[in-house]
């Protein structure tokens, strides 16, 4: 093992968790498309280096997806839509351009 600091200034954890038919579940309220849209605006503003934009399996608040957890900044957002997309890029990803 070997302790390193964190390579990044930001990393967003979206859940994408599919559950099985029936059950309430991020990916069924579009948690991959929140999450390709942000690694797509990560991109386009060459921003790889500072932000990392993650896949994350259950949070175990599958009521209340999508969901997605925010480092360092200890920010939990909840019942996110693809309409919350262009608040998040706002709030959290343009402020590192
Ligand atoms: S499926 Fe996202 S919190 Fe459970």
């Known amino acids: 093992m070997q302790p390193d600091t ?3 200034k930001r990393i967003i954890f979206v859940c994408c968790n599919q559950r099985d038919e029936g059950k309430e579940c991020c990916n069924n309220k579009g948690g991959s498309e929140i999450r390709d849209k942000l690694k797509r605006a990560v991109a386009e503003y060459g921003i790889k280096q500072k932000i990392r934009v993650c896949k994350s399996g259950c949070m175990g608040q599958c009521g209340t997806g ?3 957890m925010i480092f360092p900044d200890n920010i939990w957002l909840k019942n996110l ?3 919350d997309i262009p608040k998040i ?3 959290y990803i343009d402020p590192l351009k």
Do not use: A, G, S
Request: aromatic share 8%.
């Open 81 to 83: 839509t693809t309409n």
């Open 6 to 8: 964190i390579p990044y």
């Open 66 to 68: 999508v969901n997605i």
């Open 89 to 91: 890029i706002n709030d």
